[in-house]
């Protein structure tokens, strides 16, 4: 069956780093369009960023631009989220998500489009 494995959350400080991880397996990797989510309490689930299956388009949420990065390496089924320059605001649980196709970011963008999700991995960010 599907599976996507997130790893790589942590407590950091405001300001600092931290780079998730998202391994996907049962699935042909390079056929889906991944996304990054993120949820936290109390809130509805917000988009944070997506990639395209060949990696050649990313779309991020004003929230986060210019400060993470998505990327995926086809050949070790993995999605990577590398988040700088940390705020508290930033404090969540993340989600990776698959979704398989070619699609533009109106689709890409809502968490209810993906087929597959992962468990989370939660991140802190202490002010």
């Known amino acids: 069956q599907v599976q996507l494995v997130e790893s790589g959350g942590g407590l950091e400080q405001t300001g600092g780093s931290l780079r998730l991880s998202c391994t996907a397996s049962g699935l042909t990797f390079s056929n889906y369009a991944m996304g990054w989510f993120r949820q936290a309490p109390g809130k509805e689930r917000e988009f944070v960023a997506t990639?395209?299956?060949?990696?050649?388009?990313?779309y991020y949420a004003d929230s986060v631009k210019g400060r993470f990065t998505i990327d995926r390496d086809n050949a070790k089924n993995t999605v990577s989220l590398q988040m700088n320059s940390l705020k508290p605001e930033d404090s969540a649980v993340y989600y990776c998500a698959g979704k398989r196709g070619v699609f533009g970011v109106s689709i890409l963008r809502v968490s209810n489009e993906y087929e597959y999700w992962g468990q989370g991995t939660q991140v802190t960010v202490s002010s």
């Open positions: 990639i395209s299956r060949s990696g050649t388009f990313k």
